[in-house]
C-alpha cells in the first residue's frame, strides 16, 4: 500500500511514517501543503492522511481537490480539529476518514488499512 503523509509538525510526521512503513507500508512525507498537494498528484496513492490546517496549500483545499479529480486515493483528515462540526466539514469537503489528535496509533493504523482496502476497485 502506498500512502502519503501530509502533516507539518515534522516530529509527528516522521513517526507516522516510520511506524507505517514498519507495517509494510510505501510512504512518503510532505511537510507543507504545497509539497502535499503536488505530491498527491504526481504520484498514485492509495492513502493521504491529511492534515488540515497546513502552511501554503490548506488541507481541506488538497482534500476538495482530490475529490474533485476522481482520484481513487482515499484521505484520512488526521487533525486538531476534532469537533462534531469540524469532522462533518472535513467529510463534506470529500475525506473518507477523519481522526482527531491526539490519537491511539493503532487506531490510525487500522483506518488507512481500512481505506487501503477500498482505493483500488
Do not use: W
Not at 512525507?29 to 492522511?49: C, L, P, Q, S, W
Request: net charge negative; with cysteine.
Amino acid at each position: 500500500m502506498r500512502v502519503l503523509v501530509v502533516e507539518d509538525e515534522r516530529n509527528l510526521a516522521d513517526a507516522i511514517a516510520r511506524g507505517l512503513r514498519k507495517r509494510g507500508m510505501a510512504v512518503d512525507v510532505a511537510y507543507d501543503g504545497n509539497a502535499g498537494h503536488e505530491a498527491a498528484f504526481v504520484t498514485r496513492y492509495d492513502v493521504v492522511v491529511l492534515d488540515r490546517d497546513l502552511p501554503g496549500v490548506h488541507g481541506d483545499r488538497i482534500c476538495a481537490d482530490l475529490a474533485a479529480s476522481g482520484a481513487l486515493t482515499r484521505v484520512l483528515m488526521l487533525t486538531a480539529s476534532g469537533t462534531v462540526a469540524d469532522r462533518v466539514e472535513g467529510l463534506q469537503l470529500g475525506a473518507d476518514d477523519y481522526l482527531a489528535k491526539p490519537f491511539a496509533f493503532d487506531e490510525l493504523v487500522a483506518r488507512v488499512q481500512a481505506l487501503g482496502r477500498r482505493a483500488t476497485p
